[in-house]
């Protein structure tokens, strides 16, 4: 099956750093990957959606600088949380889809971040 | 806007029992909706419904989807606790999913 890895899986960071997290396609090359942001007890909400190559289309409120994606490749996506503070804690999951008509996005195990 | 409700908000029953779990969408370009269970991480994929009445099964679980209602249930029979998770519903529009705000379930022994 398709695998979908995400580095680190747990940070903490100082206000005012920058924490980047890494979204991988083990096995199968990810033409789009997708950037979730999950706060406590709520569900996902889209961030942004990137192809390889391009730059990524950031969702309604969503801060392009603060949040910078890159798909530098069609297996490794990185979200880079600028400046962090304690508002931007929270789970950050990425899945990737192998081709643009494909209907699975697979998931990876996401990442907490914690701002302090 | 595209929006996917999914009631009830939270579950609490005992084992054995049978849940059915709604969701209900207004989504245009709809191609599919997806089912998926999360525990402590991601969410782990369940079922993925594109055509109306037909029923998808896996094991106790299973899950319907009507078009002309907008709407797919998720079924689970002979409940156990480690079917205590949030289950999210999830619309396909193009190549991006719109979730749901999920139901919590809790099982008790």
């Known amino acids: ?116 | 806007e595209d929006k996917v409700v999914q009631s009830p908000l939270s579950l609490v029953v005992h084992e054995g029992d049978t849940v059915t779990l709604n969701c209900s969408y207004e989504v245009t370009n709809f191609r599919s909706l997806l089912w998926y269970k999360q525990e402590k991480k991601a969410p782990t994929f369940l079922f993925m419904l594109t055509s109306s009445g037909i029923e998808k099964k896996s094991g106790r679980l299973s899950s319907i989807l009507d078009k002309k209602e907008l709407s797919s249930i998720l079924n689970i029979t002979a409940t156990q606790t480690g079917d205590s998770a949030i289950y999210l519903c999830a619309t396909k529009a193009g190549n991006m999913l719109t979730f749901g705000g999920g139901t919590r379930l809790m099982v008790k022994p």
Not at chain 1, 67 to 81: D, E, M, P, R
């Open chain 1, 1 to 116: 099956g398709a695998v979908v890895s995400q580095h680190p899986s747990w940070v903490i960071c100082k206000s005012g750093t920058s924490v980047k997290i890494e979204c991988r396609s083990l096995d199968f090359q990810a033409t789009t990957m997708f950037w979730y942001r999950q706060f406590p007890k709520q569900s996902l909400m889209l961030m942004a959606t990137s192809n390889e190559g391009s730059k990524a289309t950031y969702e309604q409120g969503v801060e392009k600088d603060k949040f910078l994606i890159n798909h530098a490749s069609l297996t490794l996506s990185t979200l880079t949380v600028t400046s962090a503070h304690p508002e931007d804690s929270s789970f950050y999951i990425c899945s990737a889809s192998g081709d643009r008509s494909s209907y699975e996005q697979y998931f990876g195990p996401g990442t907490r971040l914690t701002v302090t």
